[in-house]
């Protein structure tokens, strides 16, 4: 559970075709529209585009929380790419924009988690816990009701939550929206050194510096399809696509 | 006027010297009802729960079907009890009939789908919040309404003192199934309805008074309760 050698068992992780509609409505125009690319090991992956692009929707189907309509996510494992599994969606985690904490004190949440994934001793559950009690600075609120911490605070501890039983990938959609400097870095320190000790992070962002500070590598989404992907240094200086063009520079291209 | 008065004064009389009567009377009412009500919550918060995280065909009747069930005229519930339990009924052989357990029967008929449906409803919107979250660290929908119950603990509280207040003030069912016989199923509200009309107010005051206080203390009680989760922000 703990180890992180299967890590690179995962990657490359293919995504061929993919598409989702929901329902009826907007058969014609699916939310995310013949998506097709490939996400390596190494380095940090940023998901960015414009609003209602599909980036939260692709995050959910690479996570498993949502099923495709068509095409296929596969993951590298035993010499050959295969579907997404329950013990490979275990091996992940993710952390959402607004943070979604259980009614229960800050320790409570974290010791949640571990029950979940079925660390039921309870000197491996302290032990686990006081570190990651650490990491996010919360020694002081660990009995306090984790709703009642500070919006940095609670996006921090939903860090630490993820990351507490070292996931092969961790999913972060905005984490740092609506969190002031001091907490973005905090949580971008946590990225850098989650990233370092073997978790692969694709994170969605719409902060260029952050892109600039964090990530490696851009895959850039427009109206449910992937436009380009590219290093992110390079695709910042140079994007390619007319979409990416118009985020980057600022310049306002209006739809014909 | 005076009669008033009297009537009055002997309630609070009765009261504070604990007539026995009286107390017998309390005490069952606690006895048919705590029971009632603990046999409802096991019923209706796990049927809330499970109806808050489980989608299937048939739901959306389901949860119309036990709106309408809340609203239950009592005595229509006593009527059909009675006709079970009755001598000539399909269950008649428990004789059952005009026993404290067939009040408790009549209760928890009453009673379960209040719970089921306000059970539902509060734990449907912490779902709501939940689901993707729950779901990403791996947790199955049983785990899911176990984690519900425990995280909508201080709203299910309220729903089961709201449950037990309706209990306590019931009348209609239980009389018909429980006959009101003295020293067996008479208990406070149908104490109260019988002797009033018979005209010895001072019981009835005296009982009167008691359902109050207990109607109040547990008003207080959801109050304290609503004050203390918005506090910690589990509202
Ligand atoms: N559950 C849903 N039902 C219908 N449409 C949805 C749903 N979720 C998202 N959408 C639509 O899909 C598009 C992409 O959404 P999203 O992935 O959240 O965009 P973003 O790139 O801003 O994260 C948006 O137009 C949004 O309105
Ligand atoms: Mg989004």
Same mark, same amino acid.
């Given at each position: 559970?703990?180890?992180?050698?299967?890590?690179?068992?995962?990657? @490359?992780?293919?995504?061929?075709?993919?598409?989702?509609?929901?329902?009826?409505?907007?058969?014609?125009?699916?939310?995310?529209?013949?998506?097709?690319? %490939?996400?390596?090991?190494?380095?940090?992956?940023?998901?960015?585009?414009?609003? &209602?692009?599909?980036?939260?929707?692709?995050?959910?189907?690479?996570?498993?929380?949502?099923?495709?309509?068509? &095409?296929?996510?596969?993951?590298?494992?035993?010499?050959?790419?295969?579907?997404?599994?329950?013990?490979?969606?275990?091996?992940?985690?993710?952390?959402?924009?607004? @943070?979604?904490?259980?009614?229960?004190?800050? %320790?409570?949440?974290?010791?949640?988690?571990?029950?979940?994934?079925?660390?039921?001793?309870?000197?491996?559950?302290?032990?686990?816990?006081?570190?990651?009690?650490?990491?996010?600075?919360?020694?002081?609120?660990?009995?306090? @009701?984790?709703?009642?911490?500070? &919006?940095?605070?609670?996006?921090?501890?939903?860090?630490?939550?993820?990351?507490?039983?070292?996931?092969?990938?961790?999913?972060?959609?905005?984490? %740092?929206?609506?969190?002031? @400097?001091?907490?973005?870095?905090?949580?971008?320190?946590?990225?850098?050194?989650?990233?370092?000790?073997?978790?692969?992070?694709?994170?969605?962002?719409?902060?260029?510096?952050?892109?600039?500070?964090?990530?490696?590598?851009?895959?850039?989404?427009?109206? &449910?399809?992937?436009?380009?992907?590219?290093?992110?240094? %390079?695709?910042?200086?140079?994007?390619?696509?007319?979409?990416?063009?118009?985020?980057?520079?600022?310049?306002?291209?209006?739809?014909? | 006027? +005076?009669?008033?008065?009297?009537?009055?004064?002997?309630?609070?009389?009765?009261?504070?010297?604990?007539?026995?009567?009286?107390?017998?009377?309390?005490?069952?009412?606690?006895? /048919?009802?705590?029971?009632?009500?603990?046999? +409802?919550?096991?019923?209706?918060?796990?049927?809330?729960?499970?109806?808050?995280?489980?989608?299937?065909?048939?739901?959306?009747?389901?949860?119309?079907?036990?709106?309408?069930?809340?609203?239950?005229?009592?005595? /229509? /519930?006593?009527?059909?009890?009675?006709?079970?339990?009755?001598?000539?009924?399909?269950?008649?052989?428990?004789?059952?009939?005009?026993?404290?357990?067939?009040?408790?029967?009549?209760?928890?008929? =009453?009673?379960?789908?209040?719970?089921?449906?306000?059970?539902?409803?509060?734990?449907?919107?912490?779902?709501?919040?939940?689901?993707?979250?729950?779901? +990403?660290?791996?947790?199955?929908? =049983?785990?899911?309404?176990?984690?519900?119950?425990?995280?909508?603990?201080?709203?299910?509280?309220?729903?089961?003192?709201?449950?037990?207040?309706?209990?306590?003030?019931?009348? *209609?069912?239980?009389?018909?199934?429980?006959?009101?016989?003295?020293?067996?199923?008479?208990?406070?509200?149908?104490?109260?309805?019988?002797?009033?009309?018979? *005209?010895?107010?001072?019981?009835?005051?005296?009982?009167?008074?008691?359902?109050?206080?207990?109607?109040?203390?547990?008003? *207080?009680? /959801?109050?304290?309760?609503?004050?203390?989760?918005?506090?910690?922000?589990?509202?």
């Amino acid at each position: 559970m703990l180890n992180s050698a299967q890590v690179t068992n995962l990657f @490359p992780l293919k995504v061929e075709n993919l598409s989702l509609n929901f329902g009826g409505r907007n058969k014609s125009q699916p939310l995310i529209n013949g998506m097709s690319f %490939t996400i390596n090991q190494s380095g940090i992956t940023a998901i960015m585009g414009p609003n &209602g692009a599909g980036k939260s929707l692709t995050l959910r189907l690479l996570h498993g929380l949502l099923i495709p309509t068509s &095409g296929k996510i596969s993951w590298y494992q035993k010499g050959e790419n295969s579907e997404q599994t329950k013990a490979m969606q275990n091996q992940q985690a993710m952390v959402f924009q607004k @943070p979604v904490l259980l009614r229960r004190s800050v %320790t409570e949440n974290l010791r949640y988690t571990l029950r979940v994934k079925n660390i039921t001793d309870k000197n491996e559950q302290q032990k686990l816990i006081d570190e990651a009690l650490e990491k996010a600075g919360l020694e002081d609120q660990a009995k306090n @009701p984790a709703r009642r911490l500070s &919006g940095g605070e609670q996006q921090k501890l939903a860090m630490v939550r993820a990351l507490m039983t070292r996931p092969a990938i961790l999913f972060l959609d905005e984490p %740092t929206a609506s969190l002031d @400097p001091n907490a973005t870095k905090a949580i971008e320190d946590m990225v850098l050194s989650a990233s370092e000790a073997g978790t692969k992070i694709i994170i969605v962002t719409h902060d260029i510096g952050q892109a600039n500070r964090i990530t490696d590598e851009i895959i850039f989404l427009n109206k &449910g399809q992937m436009t380009e992907q590219a290093p992110t240094k %390079t695709l910042i200086e140079a994007p390619q696509s007319k979409a990416a063009r118009q985020y980057f520079r600022g310049e306002i291209v209006l739809d014909d | 006027m +005076s009669d008033i008065t009297d009537a009055i004064v002997n309630a609070f009389y009765l009261i504070i010297t604990a007539d026995r009567d009286l107390v017998e009377i309390v005490i069952l009412s606690l006895q /048919v009802n705590l029971l009632a009500i603990f046999i +409802s919550c096991a019923i209706g918060l796990s049927l809330g729960a499970l109806l808050a995280v489980y989608r299937f065909r048939g739901r959306t009747i389901t949860l119309i079907a036990l709106s309408a069930l809340m609203g239950l005229p009592p005595v /229509v /519930v006593g009527l059909i009890v009675y006709m079970f339990l009755s001598n000539s009924g399909p269950l008649g052989v428990l004789g059952l009939l005009y026993t404290p357990t067939a009040m408790v029967i009549a209760q928890v008929i =009453l009673i379960t789908p209040i719970i089921a449906a306000l059970t539902r409803q509060t734990l449907e919107a912490i779902y709501e919040e939940y689901k993707e979250q729950l779901k +990403s660290l791996g947790v199955g929908k =049983l785990g899911m309404a176990a984690t519900l119950l425990w995280d909508g603990r201080y709203q299910l509280i309220t729903v089961i003192l709201v449950g037990f207040g309706r209990a306590l003030s019931e009348v *209609g069912a239980v009389m018909i199934v429980g006959g009101n016989i003295n020293h067996v199923t008479r208990i406070m509200t149908t104490a109260i309805a019988l002797e009033t009309s018979k *005209g010895n107010l001072s019981l009835a005051l005296g009982l009167g008074i008691i359902l109050i206080i207990l109607s109040f203390i547990v008003n *207080g009680l /959801v109050h304290a309760i609503n004050l203390t989760a918005e506090r910690y922000a589990y509202a």
